[in-house]
């Protein structure tokens, strides 16, 4: 990963990650350069001045889109009296463009060589993450009068970035270069345009956009400006919720997405650097979480997945008829099948995920006709966990992967390797189970059911769904739990033996409503208890558990995305106090982030290291996390649609003060819903 002094813009699935200078030099494990559709395309962008480097004094990140550098050059120095100042400013919006400004502070004229070193190593995206660069293809540079042209050619697959300025420049094969006479207190300028081009199949071209003209960065503004505008108001007392919900919003309008064939619609991608793409999983549970704050997202996420669903049967894919996908990339080696991407459909919960978010988002819309238009994806769906998933026919959803060469062990949100084990920290065979998917999977047929019976005029249907799900709660609850330490199994193995590790998931239980009635008490105590609550969140891992490691990405850590569902999952069954304080402790822990939550931070405890630990490859902005906290302040308000009315029973901490969200969307128009803190957390600590 970048070092911590590094800057990022974005827009959508491009973006560019440089030092605070601006500059670029990539290596090939590194996420720094200019990317796109899952391509580098600049690993090398260094401007010098006379030949020498330039020093930062400072860098603005004005907009999530657009950058500025103030530098000098020459090395740092206690104090610089320089003769020259330099500014880059930078916009991306589908490509890039950089506008160098060069002041002379002198009395004197000066004579200037001004150069751009540029390159290009077109690494795929997952070449810079597995940490290996093999290009099986041939990458060109060729100086043309007007513009420097780097290229990359494997077969029919090709990637070039095509380079020109607004001043005439001499072009070599490794950048561009002017040569300037600057009178005293002169200015000179000069715009760089960097523009992507992407040829797929049959020559089609695959480019994100165009060169990021001046109208196109006002339009990126305008955009913002209409989102912003368009999103709920929230008024508080408590400053660091106000700049949160903001920074929240403007890092969701980054993450925006328009896969190739929406003609401009947008979803969330998954995150920066790594995941700037479109995801079953994140996606559908990022627009779960912004319901009430930006519900279109919803209707482009279940189009796309709906079309996107699999149709057959796919090993290298694993792919199966109505499964929903997991993640679909545009890169070289999705292109050439050494990565099985295009799309890969190798999770258990976006399935039964996205038949949640189809009805909760016509519970908030009233958008009936998208659930008529979905139905048939909708029951394929469903079809899928009854007849595809239940790989061993006892009625559980089960994983195991059919691509062992490139696909995912782990299928369910707890990805990584070793997140699922026994308590002695030893790895169950395959296939697996995981306790949250069964809870998705209750959540879905109940939904379903209510779809069936009042949008798709089919009553036997409904009846033999909740028949289903009241069967699998029955079932669940016989066999995950865990009577002496009286919460529910992370996983069964294939012989039915129990994972029997106290793990976050139980919260996602809650959420789903497969949980007894009987035994939610319990569960509750157990996620605001000491060994899975940290004072900032819960830990996905419990301390105490021989995996346990408060910086292990799924055995230890905090995630503000698993933290707000499991918030949503104890208000489902009426613990509105311990919801509240979970709240409490991630809202507490953005402040330490800027107001930007990363994928996940570190499990110590509170007291030990009095803010939150940062994870050392966390991706930020990352759509989830940017999610997390609009669904906490839904979460403490109490918003629910309620026949077709929005309900509100907020239960908010003492020190959160007054909130307002105003212009709250749905199928009522629009509501304002207004708290204030009442809730002693000190006393539930007690």
């Known amino acids: 990963m970048a070092g911590g002094n590094t800057v990022r813009i974005l827009d959508g ?36 001045v006379n030949g020498e480097r330039l020093n930062a004094l400072s860098y603005d990140d004005l907009q999530y889109f657009e950058a500025r550098f103030f530098l000098v050059p020459g090395l740092a120095t206690h104090y610089i009296d320089a003769k020259l100042s330099v500014i880059r400013e930078r916009t991306v919006g589908g490509s890039f463009r950089e506008k160098v400004t060069i002041l002379n502070h002198d009395e004197k004229p000066v004579d200037l060589e001004i150069r751009m070193e540029a390159g290009s190593d077109f690494a795929d995206l997952f070449q810079v993450k597995d940490e290996i660069l093999n290009k099986k293809g041939e990458i060109y540079s060729e100086a043309e009068q007007d513009r420097l042209r780097l290229g990359y050619r494997r077969g029919n697959f090709k990637r070039e970035t095509v380079i020109s300025a607004s001043v005439p420049a001499r072009y070599d094969r490794q950048g561009l270069a002017w040569t300037v006479h600057l009178e005293p207190n002169g200015q000179w300028d000069s715009t760089i345009d960097v523009e992507t081009v992407a040829i797929g199949p049959g020559g089609r071209d695959l480019r994100m956009g165009l060169q990021v003209r001046g109208t196109e960065r006002l339009a990126l503004q305008r955009d913002l ?97 109505g499964r929903i996908l997991h993640e679909m990339r545009y890169g070289e080696t999705a292109a050439f099948e050494e990565q099985p991407h295009s799309p890969y459909y190798g999770s258990v919960d976006a399935t039964p995920l996205f038949v949640v978010l189809l009805d909760e988002y016509e519970k908030w819309t009233g958008d009936v006709a998208l659930v008529k238009e979905l139905e048939k994806e909708c029951r394929a769906a469903l079809k899928w ?16 992967r059919r691509n062992t060469d490139t696909g995912l062990e782990n299928q369910c949100w707890k990805d990584s390797w070793d997140s699922i084990s026994y308590a002695d920290g030893k790895l169950p065979p395959f296939p697996r189970a995981t306790c949250e998917v069964q809870g998705y999977a209750y959540d879905a047929k109940m939904r379903a059911a209510r779809m069936a019976r009042e949008c798709w005029d089919d009553p036997r249907y409904a009846d033999r769904l909740e028949c289903e799900a009241a ?94 569902f499991i918030a949503w999952g104890l208000r489902r069954y009426g613990f509105a106090e311990e919801a509240a304080c979970i709240a409490n402790g991630i809202l507490d822990a953005a402040r330490y982030f800027d107001g930007r939550l990363p994928e996940a931070f570190g499990g110590y405890h509170r007291e030990l290291t009095k803010f939150p630990v940062e994870y050392p490859t966390a991706c930020s902005p990352q759509a989830w996390s940017t999610g997390s906290p609009l669904l906490l302040i839904r979460t403490m308000l109490g918003l629910e649609p309620h026949e077709g009315h929005l309900s509100v029973d907020p239960r908010l901490p003492v020190g959160m003060g007054r909130i307002e969200v105003l212009d709250i969307p749905g199928r009522w128009g629009k509501v304002d819903a207004f708290a204030r803190g009442r809730l002693d957390l000190n006393k539930l600590a007690a």
Not at 305 to 314: H, N, V
Not at 385 to 400: F, K, R, S, T
Request: aromatic share 12%.
């Open 13 to 48: 699935n491009t973006f560019v990650v440089s030092e605070d200078t601006g500059d670029i030099e990539a290596t090939p494990s590194e996420p720094t350069g200019l990317f796109s559709i899952d391509t580098r395309f600049l690993s090398k962008w260094v401007m010098t």
């Open 225 to 321: 400006e209409e989102w912003m505008a368009n999103a709920p108001k929230v008024n508080t007392e408590h400053p660091e919720l106000a700049s949160t919900y903001r920074r929240s919003l403007i890092d969701l309008a980054a993450l925006r997405f328009s896969p190739l064939s929406l003609g401009g619609q947008t979803l969330p991608a998954a995150g920066l650097p790594w995941f700037m793409t479109m995801f079953g999983r994140d996606s559908i549970l990022t627009c779960l979480q912004v319901l009430p704050f930006a519900p279109a997202l919803s209707k482009t996420t279940l189009r796309i997945l709906g079309a996107l669903q699999g149709t057959r049967f796919d090993d290298f894919r694993d792919e199966d008829p």
């Open 471 to 564: 069967t699998l709660k029955e079932r669940f609850n016989r066999d995950w739990w865990v009577a002496d330490g009286e919460f529910y199994a992370l996983g069964l193995d294939p012989d039915g033996r129990q994972c029997d590790v106290l793990s976050s998931n139980i919260g996602h239980l809650l959420w789903s409503g497969i949980v007894d009635e009987d035994r939610a008490g319990k569960v509750a105590e157990h996620l605001i208890g000491p060994r899975l609550f940290s004072g900032w969140g819960v830990r996905t891992l419990a301390e105490g558990e021989v995996r346990y490691n408060p910086i292990g990405y799924h055995n230890g850590t905090i995630w503000p995305f698993d933290n707000s």
């Open 385 to 400: 966990v009854d007849d595809y998933a239940d790989l061993l026919g006892n009625g559980y959803i089960w994983y195991e």
